[in-house]
């Protein structure tokens, strides 16, 4: 599995997702203030934690007895990378058919 894959697959459940999301829009955060976000049990946030840190989206920073959590900017531009890469593809394959569309504009198929 490379890690792109390993980050989709992780990103493909909706905690985890969420999680992420959270990551990223408020920075650094410990694992007890994800699990009462996202509502669900330490053990829960903890698993899907370490899908995220082995999908190499997140870090963790221990400081005492505390475990705090970071998105790593870097493993999102894999991502972003291989979404650009098909937006384009996609949007060529659109214009070729706004073209089609404008060879019969009432759309009779004849």
Known sequence: MTQLTR???ALSDPTR???MQTLIQRGEL???ALAGEAEISAPA???H???LREAGLIE??????HRYYTALPQAMV????WCMDHRAFWDRSLDRLDD???LDPEGDDA
């Open 45 to 47: 946030i903890s698993r």
């Open 17 to 19: 997702l969420s999680l």
């Open 7 to 9: 980050a989709f697959a």
């Open 100 to 102: 089609l569309l404008a």
């Open 78 to 81: 894999a991502i972003h990378g």
């Open 49 to 51: 934690l370490k899908v």
């Open 30 to 32: 410990p694992a007890g």
């Open 60 to 65: 963790q920073r221990v400081a005492g007895t």
